[in-house]
C-alpha cells in the first residue's frame, strides 16, 4: 500500500512527515529512490529548524542531487506568483552611492573603505539575483505554459545536461503535465528517467496529495444503468438494437475499470551486445525503433563491461496496461531483425510511479 503525504506545504503536513522520518534516513529502505525525490518534490524548500527530521533528510537528498548532477546551475527562482516584499530604491539618505557617506572633505579611512567594498558586494549581490532565471506559478496552466516556451529547443534548464536547476524546477510542477505542454512534458519524461538512473533502488510508492478531495464518480444505480441488462425488454425476445446496447454498455464498464486500473513504471535497462565490433549507435537506433502505444524511450548511455565490450544502459517509461517488459524483449528486442545487433537484455531497476 502506497504512503500518503498531504499538504507539504504547510505545518502541519511538514509535522506529518518529520514523525514518519523520525529514526529514518530515506522514506523507503535504507537508500535514495524515486519515493524520495517525489516527496522533496513536494516540500520544494528546506523547511525551519523546528522540523529537526525533515531538515537532515532535505540536506541528505540535496547533497545526493548535487552529487550525481554536478553540472554548473545558471541558478533559478521559483516562486508562488506571490510578489514578495521588495528592497526600496538607493536614495542619497540611504547610501544609494558608495561613496555618498564617505566624508569627501577627508582623507578615506579604514572603515569607509570597509564599508564601500560592503556595498559593492552587496550590490553585485543583487544583481545577480535579478539576473536568475524566475518561474511563478508553475502548478497554473499559465505558470506551464511560460516553462512550454522557455523549453522550446531546449533539453534541459540549463546548458546541456541535468543540473539542480532542472530538479528545483521538477520539484515544482510536481508530475508530468498534459500533452499540450509538449516540450515540458518532453523535458520532465527526461529528468525522470535520469532520477531513476541514478537512484534505482526499490521504491515502497508515495503519493503526495494537496488534501483536496478529488471528484468522486457516483455509484451506479439503476436509473444509470448500474446493470447492463436494465433497459432491456425482460418480456419480450432480445431485439438486435437491445444486444447492440447491451455489448456497448459491457465495454464502456470494460474501458473505465481499465482507465481506473491503469498505472506508469519507471524501468531501467541493460541491452548487451554480441562482441566489441557490434555498432553501438546502431544497436540503441535499434532499440528506439521499437514503438507502442505507452511506451517512451528515455535518457541512456554506454557502460564498459570489459574486454572493450560496452552495454546501454536505457531508461523506458510505460503505461503498465499497454505494455510488458518481458514482452518487449522477447518478441520485440531479442527477435528479428534487431538481434542482429542485441544479444540480451536484462532489467536493471523498475519502479512503479
Same mark, same amino acid.
Given at each position: 500500500?502506497?504512503?500518503?503525504?498531504?499538504?507539504?506545504?504547510?505545518?502541519?503536513? @511538514?509535522?506529518?512527515?518529520?514523525?514518519?522520518?523520525?529514526?529514518?534516513?530515506?522514506?523507503?529502505?535504507?537508500?535514495?529512490?524515486?519515493?524520495?525525490?517525489?516527496?522533496?518534490?513536494?516540500? @520544494?524548500?528546506?523547511?525551519?529548524?523546528?522540523?529537526?527530521?525533515?531538515?537532515?533528510?532535505?540536506?541528505?537528498?540535496?547533497?545526493?542531487?548535487?552529487?550525481?548532477?554536478?553540472?554548473?546551475?545558471?541558478?533559478?527562482?521559483?516562486?508562488?506568483?506571490?510578489?514578495?516584499?521588495?528592497?526600496?530604491?538607493?536614495?542619497?539618505?540611504?547610501?544609494?552611492?558608495?561613496?555618498?557617506?564617505?566624508?569627501?572633505?577627508?582623507?578615506?579611512?579604514?572603515?569607509?573603505?570597509?564599508?564601500?567594498?560592503?556595498?559593492?558586494?552587496?550590490?553585485?549581490?543583487?544583481?545577480?539575483?535579478? %539576473?536568475?532565471?524566475?518561474?511563478?506559478?508553475?502548478?497554473?496552466?499559465?505558470?506551464?505554459?511560460?516553462?512550454?516556451?522557455?523549453?522550446?529547443?531546449?533539453?534541459?534548464?540549463?546548458?546541456?545536461?541535468?543540473? @539542480?536547476?532542472?530538479?528545483?524546477?521538477?520539484?515544482?510542477?510536481?508530475?508530468?503535465?498534459?500533452?499540450?505542454? &509538449?516540450?515540458?512534458?518532453?523535458?520532465?519524461?527526461?529528468?525522470?528517467?535520469?532520477?531513476?538512473?541514478?537512484?534505482?533502488?526499490?521504491?515502497?510508492?508515495?503519493?503526495?496529495?494537496?488534501?483536496? &478531495?478529488?471528484?468522486?464518480?457516483?455509484?451506479?444505480?439503476? =436509473?444509470?444503468?448500474?446493470?447492463?441488462?436494465?433497459?432491456?425488454? @425482460?418480456?419480450?425476445?432480445?431485439?438486435?438494437?437491445?444486444?447492440? =446496447?447491451?455489448?456497448?454498455?459491457?465495454?464502456?464498464?470494460?474501458?473505465?475499470?481499465?482507465?481506473?486500473?491503469?498505472? !506508469?513504471?519507471?524501468?531501467?535497462?541493460?541491452?548487451?551486445?554480441?562482441?566489441?565490433?557490434?555498432? %553501438? !549507435?546502431?544497436?540503441?537506433?535499434?532499440?528506439?525503433?521499437?514503438?507502442?502505444?505507452?511506451?517512451?524511450?528515455?535518457?541512456?548511455?554506454?557502460?564498459?563491461?570489459?574486454?572493450?565490450?560496452?552495454?546501454?544502459?536505457? %531508461?523506458?517509461?510505460?503505461?503498465?496496461?499497454?505494455?510488458?517488459?518481458?514482452?518487449?524483449?522477447?518478441?520485440?528486442?531479442?527477435?528479428?531483425?534487431?538481434?542482429?545487433?542485441?544479444?540480451?537484455?536484462?532489467?536493471?531497476?523498475?519502479?512503479?510511479?
Amino acid at each position: 500500500m502506497a504512503i500518503t503525504f498531504s499538504d507539504l506545504y504547510t505545518e502541519a503536513g @511538514l509535522k506529518s512527515l518529520d514523525e514518519f522520518l523520525a529514526g529514518k534516513s530515506y522514506i523507503s529502505g535504507d537508500k535514495l529512490t524515486l519515493d524520495d525525490i517525489k516527496v522533496y518534490a513536494a516540500v @520544494l524548500e528546506k523547511p525551519a529548524g523546528s522540523f529537526a527530521n525533515v531538515s537532515k533528510w532535505y540536506d541528505g537528498v540535496s547533497a545526493q542531487l548535487a552529487a550525481n548532477f554536478p553540472g554548473k546551475a545558471a541558478g533559478v527562482r521559483v516562486s508562488s506568483g506571490k510578489a514578495e516584499s521588495a528592497a526600496p530604491a538607493p536614495s542619497a539618505a540611504a547610501g544609494g552611492d558608495a561613496d555618498d557617506d564617505l566624508d569627501l572633505f577627508g582623507d578615506e579611512t579604514e572603515e569607509d573603505k570597509k564599508a564601500e567594498a560592503e556595498m559593492a558586494a552587496a550590490k553585485k549581490a543583487s544583481l545577480t539575483i535579478a %539576473m536568475a532565471i524566475t518561474f511563478s506559478d508553475l502548478y497554473t496552466e499559465a505558470g506551464l505554459k511560460s516553462l512550454d516556451e522557455f523549453l522550446a529547443g531546449k533539453s534541459y534548464i540549463s546548458g546541456d545536461k541535468l543540473t @539542480l536547476d532542472d530538479i528545483k524546477v521538477y520539484a515544482a510542477v510536481l508530475e508530468k503535465p498534459a500533452g499540450s505542454v &509538449a516540450n515540458v512534458s518532453k523535458w520532465y519524461d527526461g529528468v525522470s528517467a535520469q532520477l531513476a538512473a541514478n537512484f534505482p533502488g526499490k521504491a515502497a510508492g508515495v503519493r503526495v496529495s494537496s488534501g483536496k &478531495a478529488e471528484s468522486a464518480a457516483p455509484a451506479p444505480s439503476a =436509473a444509470a444503468g448500474g446493470d447492463a441488462d436494465d433497459d432491456l425488454d @425482460l418480456f419480450g425476445d432480445e431485439t438486435e438494437e437491445d444486444k447492440k =446496447a447491451e455489448a456497448e454498455m459491457a465495454a464502456a464498464k470494460k474501458a473505465s475499470t481499465k482507465k481506473k486500473e491503469s498505472g !506508469k513504471s519507471s524501468v531501467l535497462l541493460d541491452v548487451k551486445p554480441w562482441d566489441d565490433e557490434t555498432d %553501438m !549507435k546502431k544497436l540503441e537506433e535499434a532499440v528506439r525503433s521499437v514503438e507502442k502505444e505507452g511506451l517512451f524511450w528515455g535518457a541512456s548511455k554506454l557502460v564498459a563491461v570489459g574486454y572493450g565490450i560496452k552495454k546501454l544502459q536505457i %531508461m523506458l517509461t510505460i503505461v503498465d496496461d499497454l505494455v510488458s517488459v518481458d514482452d518487449l524483449i522477447e518478441e520485440q528486442l531479442t527477435a528479428e531483425p534487431r538481434n542482429e545487433y542485441i544479444q540480451s537484455c536484462d532489467i536493471v531497476a523498475f519502479n512503479k510511479i
